[in-house]
């Protein structure tokens, strides 16, 4: 069964600051992973996706994230934040049954980012 | 595009009362996803439907939660009768389908409140 931490439920920032959000993910085939944002009473936004290609993906917004298969690490950066970025951020690990036909996400607790001014 | 849409946004019931949501998906959407997100904890599946069939139901309260997809595109999640603990966000996703098709768009969300 697969599974997603995020480490730290609560990170503070300064604006300008860097921002790294942990997550590590257990599966028992290669996954995808992925990075969603929700602001105050909204949906859940897609930052950025691995899907097997590039380790280092870039998302939007200005963020990324690494994929370290060694580590089954997939940490979200930002080299300096901005006071939009306060939000909540989730990590999300998918995958495929062996039919291709049921395909879910499992997602972590969250990490609320708070950017101090 | 227009997105995935939900109603509605809020809902205030008291406990034993039935409540229903709707989504509708993106248009040419095959999968659609239900999920429930309860204060401070990451979105969980409640269940999810290919076309207008159930794939996966597993997490679904079935002895008070029933959902739907008739003809495959609008999908409600119904709840009857509702506990104190039902008290949660309930996200609709959708995902075009196909194992090249990674990405679920998320709604609004309805934001329920059992008393």
């Known amino acids: 069964a697969q599974s997603v931490t995020q480490l730290g439920s609560h990170v503070s920032v300064s604006e300008g600051a860097l921002v790294l959000l942990r997550c590590n993910y257990s599966?028992?085939?290669?996954?995808?992973l992925f990075w969603y944002v929700q602001y105050p009473n909204q949906g859940l936004q897609l930052l950025l996706k691995y899907t097997s290609a590039a380790t280092l993906v870039k998302g939007i917004n200005g963020f990324e994230a690494e994929f370290k298969k060694s580590e089954t690490s997939f940490h979200l950066t930002k080299p300096s934040a901005h006071m939009s970025d306060a939000a909540e951020y989730f990590c999300?690990?998918?995958?495929?049954?062996?039919?291709?036909?049921?395909?879910?996400?499992?997602f972590g607790k969250g990490t609320l980012l708070t950017v101090n001014p | 595009e227009a997105g995935v849409a939900q109603s509605p946004r809020y809902k205030i019931i008291e406990k034993r009362q039935s409540v229903a949501f709707w989504c509708n998906p993106i248009?040419?959407?095959?999968?659609l996803y239900w999920y429930q997100q309860i204060l401070g904890q990451g979105p969980k599946l409640l269940i999810q439907f290919q076309n207008n069939g159930v794939v996966d139901d597993s997490q679904l309260p079935k002895d008070r939660f029933s959902a739907e997809r008739l003809k495959g595109v609008d999908s409600t999640l119904k709840i009857q009768p509702a506990k104190l603990e039902d008290s949660a966000v309930y996200l609709c996703a959708s995902r075009r389908g196909g194992r090249s098709s990674y990405e679920q768009y998320f709604g609004p969300g309805t934001r329920l409140t059992v008393t």
């Open positions: 599966s028992s085939v290669p996954p995808y």
């Open positions: 999300a690990v998918s995958e495929f049954d062996s039919g291709g036909s049921n395909y879910k996400l499992t």
């Open positions: 248009s040419g959407h095959a999968t």
